[in-house]
């Protein structure tokens, strides 16, 4: 059996992104911001201020978050080349010794790319993804939200919402608003993650159904 070299990468990835979630008291991180100045305000009046940004890759389109619970990568949504930026990124900030060539994974735009230029975010948190998980969510999830929210009102940042949070720990989407024994485990974990009951975080995922029908 060929060992998979990113499994015990995302894993730590994961990992940090529920350890940055603890950080900020339990709530979601954020995924997109206007602009850099907002995410540096941010964290500068957080419990810890020692969280710093670098710029990444020369072209002024990336910056790589340090703290507090391992780097990030945040990468203007209009810049090409993200799939080798990211690649070079979990070389040389998560160790990574072999390349995202045919290895089966997505570079994901943790706010939708397309979604994140219409309503000019500036910078969005990039992950590591399996290909089947990102296609299968992209498919029944996130072409519809776009379609739901096309009248938004735009936010200064975004944060993770429960459903792209399923996607990046590698969790099925919830499809026709069936809720499968996996995402009933995932509200266990963000129960207790967030502090709130099991009740509330799949009333979650439940709106944010009602949400993309409402769209259609």
Same mark, same amino acid.
């Given at each position: 059996?060929?060992?998979? =070299?990113?499994?015990?990468?995302?894993?730590?990835?994961?990992?940090?992104?529920?350890?940055?979630?603890?950080?900020?008291?339990?709530?979601?991180? +954020?995924?997109?911001?206007?602009?850099?100045?907002?995410?540096?305000?941010?964290?500068?009046?957080?419990?810890?201020?020692?969280?710093?940004?670098?710029?990444?890759?020369?072209?002024?389109?990336?910056?790589?978050?340090?703290?507090?619970?391992?780097?990030?990568?945040?990468?203007?949504?209009?810049?090409?080349?993200?799939?080798?930026?990211?690649?070079?990124?979990?070389?040389?900030?998560?160790?990574?010794?072999?390349?995202?060539?045919?290895?089966?994974?997505?570079?994901?735009?943790?706010?939708?790319?397309?979604?994140?230029?219409?309503?000019?975010?500036?910078?969005?948190?990039?992950?590591?993804?399996?290909?089947? +998980?990102?296609?299968?969510?992209?498919?029944?999830?996130?072409?519809?939200?776009?379609?739901?929210?096309?009248?938004?009102?735009?936010?200064?940042?975004?944060?993770?919402?429960?459903?792209?949070?399923?996607?990046?720990?590698?969790? =099925?989407?919830?499809?026709?608003?069936?809720?499968?024994?996996?995402?009933?485990?995932?509200?266990?974990?963000?129960?207790?993650?967030?502090?709130?009951?099991?009740?509330?975080?799949?009333?979650?995922?439940?709106?944010?159904?009602?949400?993309?029908?409402?769209?259609?």
């Amino acid at each position: 059996m060929v060992q998979d =070299p990113f499994s015990p990468v995302l894993s730590r990835l994961q990992a940090g992104l529920v350890a940055e979630s603890a950080h900020l008291g339990r709530i979601p991180v +954020i995924v997109a911001a206007l602009n850099l100045d907002i995410l540096k305000t941010f964290w500068r009046y957080r419990t810890q201020p020692d969280v710093t940004f670098t710029s990444y890759g020369g072209s002024g389109q990336a910056y790589v978050q340090s703290g507090p619970a391992g780097a990030v990568l945040w990468m203007d949504p209009a810049a090409s080349g993200y799939r080798d930026l990211f690649g070079r990124f979990l070389t040389e900030h998560w160790g990574t010794a072999t390349t995202l060539t045919n290895s089966g994974y997505d570079v994901d735009h943790m706010y939708n790319r397309a979604r994140a230029r219409r309503y000019g975010y500036g910078l969005v948190r990039m992950f590591l993804v399996r290909g089947e +998980i990102n296609r299968d969510h992209g498919r029944a999830w996130e072409r519809q939200i776009g379609t739901a929210e096309k009248d938004r009102f735009v936010k200064i940042m975004k944060l993770l919402d429960g459903m792209s949070e399923l996607k990046v720990l590698g969790l =099925p989407p919830v499809k026709n608003g069936l809720l499968l024994p996996e995402h009933h485990a995932a509200a266990r974990q963000a129960a207790a993650q967030y502090g709130i009951p099991v009740d509330a975080a799949l009333q979650t995922l439940r709106a944010l159904c009602e949400r993309v029908s409402a769209g259609d």
